[in-house]
């Protein structure tokens, strides 16, 4: 998967038009970003590329070109 | 703890008993209509049952250890071990086994103990009753395991990710231990303390509040519960397509159904209590029991508990009989 694949899950997830999200926006400026709907991203990325994230690593991440990063280094 | 057997475990009767307010969180006012949609289709959970004057906990353990003892005509005086499974005693001291040996009238030669376990709990009541009977002297000695809590008592109304999930609940399970039998049980139970974070109490203004970290708790669970159970199954040397229910801790349906796929399981064979009561911490497994309908005759469980430590404990009970379990509700 490369990052605009990525943009587009993550699109699909928050329920908000890709057009809206770049490689550069803040995983915490997402559409209602809280923990209930946080919770359903992480588990979604974990079906979709296997990898568990844990609070501290989202901590870490700011954009979701980091998130993709880390995905990809995860996997 | 490595893996344990016991022989001659037999669940006789579980009776749970709920507060009889219920509460819709369709209706809660502090979501918006997305979350809301969200917490039922995702997180699974839409009615909840609240108490609503405090500190009747133990009022519920009465009642539900009373309506199990009355079901099967066992005395209260011929119980040789009461396990309570509890983290809202709010009384802290003395434990709950205690107090409700003396107002339940109970013989002083009556073992009462609690345990501090929550979602795991009743699993680790079942093995720690199972071992204890194991070693009593009698033909069949007897035992009663409660688990429960009134966990609203910890969740301020303004916490959007514990309040929605939780429900007050409380389970009394007679346990008897037939010495003849070589019915065996298996027990896989483990404790990953590097979690003990992920659920934990914290205290602001004199009061003491549940914080929970949902990430977390998806992560641990979904990184152990799966080969906690896959190793008691190896263990045990059972047929994995002969298990009739697995029957799991309802934390919400996002970690239930991760574990459910990990094992590859049937979902006719894994039961969910999760909409229609919530998250009922060490009540869990004994209220999704009752939940089923169509027990076989003779029918092999595995329960799985998982949580707040974090601890993990699974149980094989191998051709057991059906278990009777009826979920009752209270004025609390």
Request: glycine content about 6%; hydrophobic content about 40%; aromatic content about 8%.
């Amino acid at each position: 998967m490369n990052i605009s694949k990525f943009l587009s899950f993550t699109a699909s997830e928050f329920h908000c038009d890709q057009t809206l999200l770049t490689s550069e926006t803040p995983i915490r400026e997402l559409p209602n970003w809280n923990s209930l709907n946080a919770l359903v991203f992480i588990s979604e990325i974990k079906r979709e590329f296997g990898v568990i994230l844990s609070s501290k690593d989202l901590t870490k991440v700011v954009t979701l070109q980091d998130l993709y990063d880390l995905i990809q280094h995860r996997n | 703890m490595p893996l344990t057997t016991v022989d001659g475990l037999f669940i006789k009767q579980i009776i749970n008993i709920l507060p009889k307010k219920k509460e819709d969180n369709l209706k809660d006012l502090l979501l918006n209509e997305g979350d809301k949609q969200r917490l039922i289709n995702q997180i699974g959970i839409r009615y909840r049952y609240t108490q609503q004057r405090g500190d009747q906990v133990k009022t519920a353990f009465e009642s539900a250890v009373k309506k199990a003892c009355e079901n099967l005509e066992w005395e209260l005086n011929e119980i040789d071990i009461l396990i309570v499974v509890t983290q809202t005693n709010m009384a802290l001291i003395p434990a709950m086994a205690c107090r409700l040996q003396g107002d339940l009238k109970m013989s002083s030669s009556c073992m009462a103990l609690d345990l501090n376990l929550g979602c795991s709990g009743f699993v680790y009541g079942l093995q720690t009753m199972a071992s204890l009977l194991n070693s009593i002297q009698k033909k069949k000695p007897k035992g009663i395991l409660c688990c429960g809590d009134f966990s609203t008592l910890l969740t301020e109304d303004s916490d959007q990710s514990t309040r929605p999930i939780f429900s007050d609940g409380v389970s009394a399970a007679a346990i008897e231990l037939e010495q003849a039998s070589s019915a065996t049980s298996y027990f896989n139970l483990e404790t990953f303390g590097e979690g003990q974070d992920a659920i934990c109490t914290e205290k602001i203004n004199a009061k003491r509040w549940m914080r929970m970290n949902g990430l977390d708790v998806f992560g641990y669970s979904v990184n152990f519960v799966p080969q906690n159970i896959k190793t008691l199954i190896e263990f045990s040397s059972q047929d994995k397509e002969a298990i009739d229910y697995y029957i799991f801790h309802q934390a919400n349906k996002i970690i239930n159904d991760a574990i459910k796929d990990s094992l590859d399981v049937p979902t006719d064979k894994v039961p969910s209590s999760l909409y229609q009561y919530g998250n009922t911490s060490s009540a869990s497994i004994p209220i999704t029991l009752g939940t089923i309908e169509d027990h076989n005759e003779l029918n092999t469980y595995l329960f799985s508990g998982f949580g707040v430590g974090f601890s993990v404990g699974s149980a094989l009970l191998p051709g057991h009989p059906a278990i009777n379990c009826k979920t009752l509700f209270q004025d609390l």
